[in-house]
């Protein structure tokens, strides 16, 4: 029989614990989770928080993964499991990925990566109403560099493509990038380029401008059909 992770409940406005909600129990299935069947890896550790197709969950604070690159959900997946990242005091929804991380053999990351690159992206919508005008400044001095001109994301940087997550989401990393509760960590390599850009970006608004323009890249760059 497996262990029980017991998970703290989020309150999806401030993301921080719920003092009236219970706790989420989580089985901890790493027994019985086969790498030849990472369908069955993504069921059982996914899509309670992030949707049965990698769509995401705002009321658990819960982004869409879905068309995440390989390379960039193995980084990730491995740093919560090596605690570079989600071990911060304070950073409650990161400490539940690197409570799930924990649970997954070391052999199952790069097939479940895999699977999670395989689901049709969910393009990023503009839901905290910034004006993509001026967003389209702030893109182009702090972001294109790296996730290049079309938000598409980049291998050689190890960046994520930004048109494939939700705007409330992005808003909730830049915060944790100029509060340190990312980017901190001595082997964060890649974490750490994004420290200068997230405090060049002063007020709130200015981060919903940036974030809205993302929205108008997503519909611009929206997957093609395969055929």
Partial sequence: ??????????????????????????????????????????????????????????????????????????????????????????????????????????????????????????????????NPEPGKNYFEWYCAECHRINGSGELFFGSPPLIGLPDWYLAAQIKKFQSGLRGVHPDDVNGKKMLIPSERLLTEQEIKDLLAYIAVLAEKYQPKPKR
């Fill in 1 to 130: 029989m497996g262990l029980l992770l017991l998970l703290p409940a989020c309150d999806a406005k401030n993301d921080q614990p719920s003092p009236s909600a219970p706790p989420t129990l989580v089985a901890d299935t790493t027994p019985i989770l086969n790498p030849d069947k990472p369908e069955q890896i993504f069921t059982a550790v996914c899509t309670a928080c992030h949707g049965p197709n990698g769509e995401g969950n705002r009321e658990l604070n819960a982004p869409s993964i879905a068309a995440l690159p390989t390379y960039y959900s193995t980084n990730q997946l491995r740093k919560f499991q090596n605690d570079i990242r989600g071990a911060e005091p304070g950073d409650d929804t990161g400490a539940q990925m690197r409570a799930i991380a924990h649970s997954l053999p070391a052999d199952a990351i790069d097939p479940l990566a895999d699977h999670i690159a395989a689901l049709p992206r969910v393009p990023t919508q503009n839901t905290l109403g910034g």
